[in-house]
């Protein structure tokens, strides 16, 4: 097995277009580079599906992985800066996960997770992109309620061609809480099977080792590590909200969020569309369903 390579152009031609908001051209970058990449290896899935991947000073990651070429492809030569590497890993190394699913596949992102996973959990809403006959159905992202500004989402009213594996997914509260339920059945709902218990066990439990430095870009927050897609609950203390031991969640970057709850065997879709206030809601959300729990 042999890691991918990014030179630090490519990763910088990557953070300008996702900051200017060219996610095809970043996505072109990306593939440019995996481009005959071996993905046999378990390990390279595992670190690329984990946050490790974006967590803490590139210079230490870099050092840390360099010996089992797991990294995120820098020569040594060209070691990008902490800042440049915080702001940009974590993110492509979803891209990258969605394009190893259509190469091992023969199919596209879009095509694989509509046949593999919306289509047997009847999760008829959920799509890259909303069909013209649902765009009334659209919740439209709110202002700044101070200054009236608004946060330029992905525009889901077009037609997409980038299917990327950290973003771009739209879907309804009803189709997410069916994916919440199957993974809190241990991987099955209503008779189909997605995932083996095991699996979803694996993927729930925390993967970052303490020699992982977080930093203070660590979006989980204290007390939480990570699984592979989720930040999974530690321990009762350290974190500013409510939750249970082995509880995972993450969230979206205009409002939306879901948490799974195994030990009050309890699942929450929240399908808000307000990026400014996000934080806000979902600690008032946590506190709000909680504290309904008296038995």
């Given at each position: 097995m042999r890691g991918?390579?990014?030179?630090?152009?490519?990763l910088q031609q990557i953070i300008d277009y996702y900051d200017t908001g060219d996610y095809q051209s970043a996505y072109r970058v990306i593939a440019s580079a995996t481009e005959g990449t071996d993905y046999s290896g378990n390990s390279w899935f595992h670190h690329a599906a984990t946050i490790n991947s974006g967590v803490g000073p590139a210079s230490q990651f870099i050092t840390t992985y360099m010996d089992v070429s797991i990294y995120m492809g820098f020569d040594g030569e060209n070691i990008p800066t902490d800042d440049m590497y915080q702001e940009a890993s974590n993110e492509i190394a979803r891209a990258v996960l969605g394009r190893v699913i259509e190469v091992a596949s023969g199919m596209t992102l879009d095509q694989f997770l509509r046949t593999t996973?919306?289509?047997?959990?009847?999760?008829?809403?959920?799509?890259?992109?909303?069909?013209?006959?649902?765009?009334?159905?659209?919740?439209?992202?709110?202002?700044?309620?101070?200054?009236?500004?608004?946060?330029?989402?992905?525009?889901?009213?077009?037609?997409?061609t980038l299917f990327a594996?950290?973003?771009?997914?739209?879907?309804?509260?009803?189709?997410?809480?069916?994916?919440?339920?199957?993974?809190?059945?241990?991987g099955e709902l209503d008779g189909t099977?997605?995932?083996?218990?095991?699996?979803?066990?694996?993927?729930?439990?925390?993967?970052?080792?303490e020699n992982i430095s977080k930093g203070n870009l660590y979006l989980p927050g204290p007390g939480y590590g990570?699984?592979?897609?989720?930040?999974t609950r530690l321990e009762d203390g350290q974190s500013v909200?409510?939750?249970?031991?082995?509880?995972?969640?993450?969230?979206?970057?205009?409002?939306?969020y879901f948490w799974i709850d195994p030990a009050e065997e309890l699942v929450v879709s929240f399908m808000s569309q307000d990026p400014y206030r996000r934080n806000e809601h979902r600690v008032l959300l946590r506190n709000l369903v909680y504290q309904s729990i008296i038995d």
């Open positions: 991918y390579r990014l030179t630090q152009q490519q996973i919306f289509t047997p959990l009847r999760m008829q809403d959920t799509s890259f992109g909303v069909p013209e006959t649902k765009h009334n159905r659209i919740a439209e992202n709110i202002a700044d309620i101070e200054t009236g500004r608004k946060i330029n989402l992905i525009d889901v009213k077009k037609t997409m594996g950290g973003h771009g997914l739209s879907s309804t509260a009803d189709d997410y809480l069916r994916f919440c339920q199957m993974m809190l059945n241990g099977r997605i995932l083996s218990p095991k699996t979803v066990r694996f993927m729930s439990t925390n993967h970052i080792n990570f699984g592979l897609g989720f930040a909200w409510p939750g249970s031991v082995g509880e995972y969640f993450w969230a979206g970057y205009g409002g939306t």
